[in-house]
């Protein structure tokens, strides 16, 4: 009873306070974090005095603080025309259409920005890091190349950079930017976007060096279990490989690249039973993919089902006719199908592409 | 408190130290080997570029090149990989003549061997039937033929023998030969031993490295070179040889050859060829008589059920099953398997790597050399290989220096078993170990082995295995028949069963080993029956034989 007492007791002393009491008592409640408060207090201001700009910038940032940031951005936007410098509050727009995930709308804002303050790195930053989220690196690359040597000790420019670089193509350049990010954090992140790109690059054994780290930073990253499961399989450490690619599929049934390289493994190890069921779970995923479809016809081979291995292989061969695999075991099944004239004509396919690969000669490739 | 009798008291004791015994000490693995050192240092000028040939020697033979009755032992020997020549004396090639109680003794400068070009392989055979064993050395761009002079000599007659035109001159289409091995086989039943040499790739000298890591060097795959055909000199027996490749249809099949063994599959009468060959399909060269139709893929061992190329190495083509037909084992990479192929006998092999343990047993392994040789002398060959990768940078899980390895044949039922540190190997640090050689250099009745590694020193491996049963070793000759008896098929029979083998000295990577036909008796004292299938056509039959000894035999006239 006394509780409600005191509680009905403020509700009457904020129906009684002037604005500007409110909006004193707003700013002492987000500096105290209590946003629920501040974001009242400000309303009610505004309710008194609707072209209070302060007041609405203020209520602004508290609702992006609390993630409500529809209300933020109106209310920022609504407080843009009356302000003579429109900077801070643009960028705290810009912020929150960042943080909201509208990356298009946060990139006009912060390019506004960028052509008002062009010195301030940390603009640049995010309306690079801005660039990258919609799919334009080659702008993140204009805009931050010219910035690139003297920011080389600035980690936020370094990771925006080289993830410019690799999602550019220069992929190569990226990641050493992005090396230097993670170990100086350290950082999982930079971590696992180095490993992840190495692994693309075949470059396995330092891949694998950044995934391991990454994993050990934060094994609740996206992807961690399967891309280190990949890595040491591409470095034949397939004993460890395995139980990297089982807590991923613990984590998600339906990863399919993690069904797909469990699968190969089990098959390598002729636990044919298994590796069928993860094969055939990777092929539901995926129907399309060539690799699983190659692995699965090597199953069906091995398993003494010819007719149907070579069925697939054909199909594989018929998607992409330069594709050597296929053809090499095709050649060998038509014999003991008893085709040895299709098989003669696969030994010449497969003469051919290695042909093609030897005229590119060591070195080229 | 009830008396035990003093008697049950002891007879507890016992039995508790007996257990205490087995605790403190595991079987003994029925292979052991015992490591011995011979100052032979694989030379092979491994550069920085890594240039491809820099990974591929070195051969080793074992044979009685004085007929003092004791195994030799001959190594091949890397050079100056810019010029080829053997710029310096540790590139020598080397001969160890066994004095006995393990001593050898260098007398390569005496016998005139010492090479003068990046040699790769070796193959022994008596070409010119005079009863001393001659040998024919592989290289790069350069191969030689040595002749036995019989007197501790041997003079190099690859110009005399009308070889060195084919084999040393650059081919118009393929470019200078790179031999890696070489078989000595009487393919055509004259009772001449002929020459069949296996050729890798069309290689050129590089000062930079063409692939790698991270700005390192290391071994180019062979997938970007191109392959080169195999070659066959027919023995003129003057002397001479005349290269019939083209006629016996071996020139229209380019491969990458790494092996060859030797094999009458079908039991023709005629010697057949297996070649392996890295990275792309193997071959199985079906002799007809005056020419080799390539029958891999009809006879399935084209490929192995991977159904992907591998890198076959170093192979051995002999019955395991004892059952009359030769089989066929070959090395591989890791992850690659050490595939085995049981001779069905209607002329095909079937696969039997998975069920027979070696695809788990082999799975994380990688070898160069192998040779199927009864080490337990229990009747059943088992497979000796070489460890290396063929590669010389290391990958977390992939070393490329590796031990060398022994897989037990368990018999007619069970599971091929590895056995590494429990044959002793563990006594060697790993190493990237190519060629092997196999030979009794005691004369114990177990086989030895001698193993390459590059630049390390050479391992003779001692067979200590304790538990091991009769033997029975027959040094042929031929009368009819090549004077070496190559090609003889004996079946021999005992208590336990009939077994089989034939006289060949194409065993293993780039090696040689020209010992007697060895057999394992197990409890056997004695072999009831040995039966000799002479090249000539000749059948030999021995009745009641005693074990543990080595027996000669001479091809009857009829």
């Known amino acids: ?365 | 408190m009830p008396l035990v009798p003093r008697r049950t008291a002891t007879a507890s004791l016992l039995v508790v130290a007996v257990a205490l015994l087995l605790h403190a000490a595991p079987a003994a693995s029925p292979i052991r080997f015992e490591l011995k050192r011979i100052p032979f240092h694989l030379e092979n000028d491994e550069t920085p570029a890594r240039n491809a040939p820099e990974t591929m020697p070195g051969g080793v033979a074992v044979f009685d090149y004085n007929g003092d009755g004791r195994p030799d032992i001959f190594f091949t020997n890397g050079a100056n990989i810019a010029t080829l020549k053997k710029d310096a004396p540790k590139y020598r090639n080397r001969l160890f003549r066994n004095d006995g109680n393990g001593v050898f003794t260098d007398v390569t400068d005496t016998a005139g061997l010492a090479g003068t070009g990046y040699d790769m392989g070796v193959a022994v055979g008596d070409y010119n039937n005079d009863g001393h064993p001659d040998l024919f050395v592989a290289g790069l761009h350069h191969s030689t033929l040595y002749h036995n002079n019989g007197d501790g000599t041997f003079t190099d007659v690859t110009v005399k023998s009308g070889l060195d035109a084919s084999l040393n001159r650059p081919d118009s289409e393929f470019g200078p030969y790179w031999a890696i091995t070489a078989a000595w086989v009487d393919v055509n039943n004259d009772g001449l031993l002929d020459l069949f040499v296996v050729n890798y790739m069309q290689w050129t000298y590089s000062a930079e490295p063409l692939c790698g890591f991270k700005g390192v060097g290391d071994y180019c795959h062979p997938k970007f070179y191109k392959g080169q055909p195999n070659q066959l000199f027919l023995n003129n027996g003057d002397g001479t040889f005349k290269e019939v490749s083209k006629e016996w249809g071996l020139r229209e099949h380019v491969g990458k050859g790494m092996g060859v063994g030797v094999a009458d599959y079908d039991l023709d009468g005629r010697q057949d060829l297996f070649v392996t060959n890295d990275s792309t399909y193997n071959s199985l060269f079906h002799n007809l008589g005056k020419k080799f139709e390539e029958v891999a893929f009809e006879t399935g061992v084209a490929l192995p059920e991977d159904g992907a190329f591998i890198s076959g190495m170093g192979l051995d083509f002999r019955d395991f099953n004892n059952d009359g037909y030769p089989d066929i084992a070959f090395v591989a990479l890791n992850n690659q398997t050490f595939p085995l192929f049981l001779n069905t006998g209607k002329g095909a092999f079937r696969e039997v790597t998975t069920e027979t343990g070696m695809h788990d047993a082999s799975l994380g392994d990688t070898g160069f050399g192998a040779g199927l040789y009864d080490f337990d002398n229990d009747g059943w060959k088992d497979l000796f290989v070489s460890g290396g990768h063929v590669q010389s940078i290391s990958m977390p899980g992939q070393p490329v220096d590796r031990y060398n390895m022994v897989f037990r044949n368990p018999g007619a039922s069970g599971k091929w078993v590895a056995l590494t540190e429990e044959a002793g190997f563990g006594a060697a640090t790993p190493a990237r170990h190519r060629g092997c050689a196999f030979g009794d250099f005691d004369g114990d009745g177990r086989v030895d082995v001698v193993v390459t590694a590059l630049g390390q020193d050479a391992e003779i491996w001692m067979n200590r295995s304790e538990q091991s049963g009769h033997w029975l070793d027959l040094a042929l000759r031929g009368t009819k028949s090549n004077r070496d008896g190559i090609g003889a098929r004996i079946k021999l029979v005992t208590k336990s069963g009939p077994q089989y083998n034939h006289m060949t000295t194409s065993v293993g990577y780039a090696s040689s080993s020209d010992g007697p036909v060895h057999f394992g008796l197990g409890p056997d004292k004695r072999a009831d029956l040995i039966e000799i299938h002479w090249p000539s056509g000749i059948v030999q039959t021995l009745k009641d034989v005693p074990a543990d000894q080595v027996l000669s035999v001479v091809e009857p006239s009829h």
Do not use: C
């Open chain 1, 1 to 365: 009873m006394a509780v409600l007492l005191a509680l009905f007791s403020i509700a009457l002393a904020a129906q009684d306070a002037t604005p500007d009491q409110l909006f004193q008592s707003g700013i002492e409640a987000q500096q105290h974090g209590d946003f629920s408060t501040a974001i009242r207090d400000y309303r009610k201001v505004l309710e008194q005095r609707p072209d209070d700009v302060q007041a609405k910038v203020n209520l602004g940032a508290a609702l992006a603080h609390v993630g409500q940031f529809d209300e933020a951005i109106a209310t920022y936007r609504s407080a843009l025309p009356s302000l003579k410098d429109k900077n801070p509050v643009l960028l705290n727009l810009a912020l929150a259409y960042y943080k909201k995930g509208d990356f298009e709308n946060a990139r006009e804002q912060f390019e506004i920005l960028r052509d008002a303050r062009p010195s301030d790195v940390r603009i640049a930053i995010l309306l690079g890091d801005s660039d990258l989220r919609v799919g334009k690196p080659d702008a993140a690359i204009q805009l931050l190349e010219p910035l690139a040597a003297r920011n080389s000790q600035n980690m936020d420019f370094e990771y925006v950079w080289g993830s410019a670089l690799i999602k550019s193509g220069r992929r190569r350049e990226g990641v050493p930017h992005i090396e230097k990010v993670a170990q100086s954090g350290p950082s999982a992140d930079a971590y696992l976007l180095a490993g992840a790109t190495l692994l693309d690059l075949n470059e396995f054994e330092q891949a694998r060096k950044d995934l391991e780290e990454a994993l050990r930073l934060n094994s609740s990253l996206p992807d961690i279990y399967t891309l280190v499961g990949t890595a040491r399989d591409k470095t034949g450490d397939v004993q460890n490989a395995e139980p990297a690619f089982r807590e991923a599929l613990k984590r998600n049934p339906d990863d399919f690249e993690a069904n797909l390289y469990l699968g190969a493994i089990l098959y390598k190890r002729r636990e044919m039973d298994s590796a069928k069921a993860y094969l055939d779970r990777a092929l539901q995923l995926k129907p399309a993919d060539s690799m699983a479809r190659y692995e699965s016809a090597m199953l069906k081979s091995t398993s003494g089902d010819y007719q149907a291995a070579a069925q697939q292989l054909e199909q594989l061969a018929k998607d992409d006719p330069n594709w050597l695999e296929p053809h090499v075991e095709l050649a060998a099944l038509y014999y003991r199908l008893h085709r040895p004239e299709d098989g003669a004509k696969e030994r010449q396919t497969v003469d051919r592409l290695t042909a093609e690969q030897q005229t590119k000669g060591p070195g080229k490739n």
